[in-house]
């Protein structure tokens, strides 16, 4: 059983920074590629960033490129998402995936590929 819960959402102004967290219960965490996707009010799940199961790659959505930084820990069983300079259009519900155990150094861009969800957390960004 994979179980993943997020925290670090809250409401923030234009240009300021949020660190997003996501726990992790599973066995093998180190062969499973995360991901970070969003969900705005009224549109549908978009991918933001992802990371292969030892950190060696990682991969971020055009929109977010140089202002958001994904990483993980896995001795803490923990993945981040560092958000800086945000805007408007960032807010929505943010969720962490988790993929089922892979081999090599395996990122995923749709969310198709993950098999696991947490709830989600918010972040609103005000002007």
């Known amino acids: 059983q994979v179980q993943l819960v997020e925290s670090g959402g809250g409401s923030v102004q234009t240009g300021e920074s949020l660190t997003l967290s996501c726990v992790v219960d599973?066995?093998?965490?180190?062969?499973?590629?995360m991901g970070w996707f969003r969900q705005a009010l009224g549109k549908g799940r978009e991918y933001v960033a992802t990371i292969s199961g030892l950190s060696s790659r990682t991969g971020y959505a055009d929109f977010v490129k140089g202002r958001f930084a994904i990483s993980r820990d896995n001795a803490k069983s923990t993945l981040y998402l560092r958000m800086a300079n945000l805007h408007p259009d960032d807010a929505g519900v943010y969720y962490c995936?988790?993929?089922?155990?892979?081999?090599?150094?395996?990122?995923?861009?749709?969310?198709?590929?993950?098999?696991?969800w947490g709830q989600g957390t918010q972040v609103t960004v005000s002007s």
């Open positions: 995936a988790a993929s089922k155990p892979t081999f090599g150094s395996t990122v995923y861009y749709s969310a198709a590929a993950y098999d696991h």
């Open positions: 599973a066995r093998n965490l180190n062969e499973r590629t």
